[in-house]
């Protein structure tokens, strides 16, 4: 017998978590997978182990506040399945999962999409040796491993994550070599129309003036100004040169150096399924086009959280609050007047949280070059073609980003373009002199995570059972 | 040719398991992920790509880059940083083209 739920929920960050129990709270029938082995997303990876612990205490109450959460959703009655991948969705709607080397479909009346974010991927000359990581990476190490760089690390970022991690780390008794502070000049300038709504959240604000004052009582050497920089080294990365707008050209030892330009919705399950996406100019990034209650142009689908557009984990567990009500009204065991009148204070709410977010987007908008990475820089990490390969191949015929793929395989290898999708989008906006927009993303197909032919031949057919 | 690249801010006394990376047995602490114990070994690499055979190590720890993919316990292409470490578990580092029989 295939099983059967009133929602299938994927993922178990905060929008997932709050989703689930506001669903459970409305009666309905709920499954909810995650890959990950414990609930909690990336903000709040291992929240459950760490949060007691001293590393929870260094890694602050924002993240801490995770857990309160996390014992909700275990007692919220919701069916939990980590260590569960889905791989594909189809009409009915079917959600395909692969568990412990075996695939299953189990049927949902409606499906809430709650994957989250990842980090926006940002090419640079040697960004593909061992030794460079996220600096999301590097924060999930501390959370889940208690580990961090052995030797002073180096640090190419912009974004509040990376000056977060850079405090936790120095809590932690980490070492940093160097900051090259790469958001782009004139910050101060593009945060000046949002001045309001900074006084109006000067709690939030003074979160992240405090973690930067941290940075400088340690001595940080804080590098600006730059115009680009590669790693090199003979099969794991050794050196970091770094070149200033004035020109002057820097060249250090390094083993490791972290990485991030901010985030992106995880927009791989939307794209598969055909739901209609919108172009986000303030965060550079497509989101599924949603409906007041998170639906997609896709009846029964729904997104939450990070998906939707980022605001952080606070307004991701608010939206997962509102998609629930949302269901819930749909599912006709809530009517549309209670619904209504119960969102109405959740939305003013995630209004307050998101207000600051075009500040955050202005300032901590991503360098310019990694949309345009130079002709030697790798683009397409899985298939190893570099940004000249892709700039030849879209002078032959003027490709989309479909052709292109089929033209060069950008896009083809495991990720499935997780990491190349955002810079081929660029690449052939900029040789046809056309918008992001217009250009669109690679046509995502099944199945989304590798399938091993034995676990597609241990998934039970429909008539056999 | 190696370089150690993370390492952990303690030693701890209970909960460890023992794993093996190509045969060589590694300490994990129970709940961590394979990839993170790769990023402690000498040689951080999990893979080498199918294409021009770089190493490739660990990036985004977070299931989006699979440039963590490694043999699991037979398993070819499995996202290693998406594994939760057992006691004698097999990790082999994946070299090019994963074979399809495994």
Known sequence: ?465 | MSVLMFEKLHVPSSSMVTLFIDGIPAQAECGESVAAVLLRQNVAASRTTPVKKSPRAPYCMMGVCFECLAVVDGVASTQSCLVTVQEGMQVERQHGRRSIAS
């Open chain 1, 1 to 465: 017998m295939m099983r059967q739920f009133d929602v299938v929920v994927v993922g178990a960050g905060p929008a997932g978590m709050s989703a689930a129990i506001g669903m459970r709270e409305l009666g309905l029938t709920v499954l909810v997978v995650d890959e990950q082995p414990t609930p909690g997303g990336q903000i709040w990876r291992a929240v459950e182990a760490v949060a007691p612990t001293k590393i929870g205490e260094l890694l602050g109450d924002d993240f801490r506040s995770g857990k309160e959460v996390a014992a909700r959703f275990r007692a919220c009655g919701a069916c939990y399945e980590p260590h569960s991948q889905v791989w594909q969705i189809e009409p009915g709607w079917r959600v395909l999962l692969k568990q412990a080397g075996r695939a299953e479909a189990v049927f949902a009346a409606q499906v809430v999409l709650a994957t989250g974010a990842q980090e926006r991927p940002v090419p640079f000359p040697g960004w593909t040796l061992p030794g460079v990581l996220t600096v999301g990476a590097a924060q999930i190490l501390l959370k889940t491993s208690h580990q961090i760089p052995s030797d002073p690390v180096w640090i190419a970022a912009s974004g509040p994550l990376p000056i977060l991690y850079m405090a936790q780390l120095l809590r932690a008794g980490g070492r940093i070599a160097g900051w090259i502070d790469t958001s782009p000049p004139g910050a101060w300038r593009r945060a000046l129309p949002w001045t309001g709504v900074a006084i109006a959240d000067a709690a939030e604000i003074g979160k992240g003036l405090g973690w930067l004052r941290e940075i400088k009582r340690a001595g940080v050497n804080r590098i600006r100004d730059i115009s680009h920089f590669r790693a090199s080294g003979d099969g794991y990365l050794q050196e970091l040169e770094y070149v200033q707008r004035s020109g002057k050209s820097t060249r250090v030892a390094a083993s490791v150096l972290l990485v991030h330009e901010g985030v992106v919705p995880s927009i791989h399950m939307t794209q598969a399924l055909g739901c209609t996406h919108g172009w986000n100019p303030q965060q550079l990034c497509f989101a599924p086009r949603l409906d007041e209650w998170g639906q997609t142009s896709l009846s029964g689908i729904y997104v939450s959280g990070d998906g939707a557009g980022i605001g952080g984990a606070k307004a991701a567990c608010i939206r997962g609050e509102i998609v629930a009500l949302g269901i819930g009204h749909r599912a006709g065991v809530m009517t549309a007047e209670a619904a209504l009148a119960r969102a109405a204070a959740l939305r003013k709410k995630l209004h307050r949280l998101l207000r600051l977010r075009p500040l955050l987007d202005a300032v901590y908008r991503p360098r310019n070059d990694i949309f345009s990475p130079a002709d030697e820089t790798i683009v397409c990490r899985c298939e190893e073609l570099t940004a000249g390969d892709i700039r030849r191949a879209l002078e032959i015929a003027a490709p989309g980003a479909n052709q292109l793929k089929a033209f060069t395989r950008a896009g083809m290898g495991p990720c499935q373009g997780r990491q190349c999708g955002y810079t081929i989008a660029h690449l052939v906006a900029a040789a046809q002199k056309k918008s992001v927009a217009t250009v669109g993303f690679y046509r995502i197909r099944p199945p989304l995570k590798p399938l091993t032919l034995g676990e597609l031949a241990s998934l039970a057919i429909e008539s056999d059972t």
